[in-house]
């Protein structure tokens, strides 16, 4: 059985319409289960979304998936 990690995600995109909610798509199509989420909106119309998630599966995966979404700016 696999066990779950614990991560901590940034993630900085556009704040346009529909983006949150595409990221949050991404993670849990991607086996991510988020256990804490903060989100600020700062100049520039943007957004700094942190996540604190367990998954069974690579983050790597998960990183480089929300990473390929087109308002999506950085995720570390």
Avoid: F, P, W
């Amino acid at each position: 059985m696999n066990t779950k990690t614990q991560y901590q995600v940034t993630i900085k995109a556009y704040d346009k319409l529909g983006s949150l909610e595409r990221i949050l798509r991404v993670v849990r199509h991607r086996g991510g289960h988020i256990e804490k989420m903060q989100m600020q909106t700062v100049e520039n119309e943007q957004l700094i979304l942190s996540l604190l998630l367990t998954t069974e599966r690579s983050l790597s995966t998960l990183q480089n998936q929300v990473a390929k979404l087109a308002d999506v700016i950085a995720v570390k």
